[in-house]
């Protein structure tokens, strides 16, 4: 059984709102890729365990951070990862 993230695999797009605009977030990848040079070469399953997200990677979700473009926030969001 294998899991895949829809979200990193273009399956899906994002359609949520900024909490404090209202404007349309944009996926900015995943959460891990963003900690050193080598993490976006690292296995996903590992780098959850790592980094935190133990948890995410019994449920299978990705962390991606979403940002708004019109406010500058960002946040992490757990994305449900698919069974292929």
């Not at 980094?51 to 406010?71: F, M, Q, R, T």
Request: hydrophobic share 35%.
């Amino acid at each position: 059984m294998t899991f895949e993230c829809p979200l990193c695999n273009s399956f899906i797009s994002i359609q949520l709102a900024c909490s404090a605009c209202g404007m349309n977030l944009l996926d900015q990848g995943r959460e891990a890729d963003y900690y050193d040079d080598y993490s976006p070469y690292e296995s996903i399953e590992s780098v959850k365990v790592i980094d935190g997200y133990s948890i995410g990677a019994k449920e299978h979700e990705c962390p991606h951070v979403l940002a708004c473009p019109s406010c500058m926030t960002s946040d992490v969001y757990l994305v449900e990862e698919w069974m292929i």
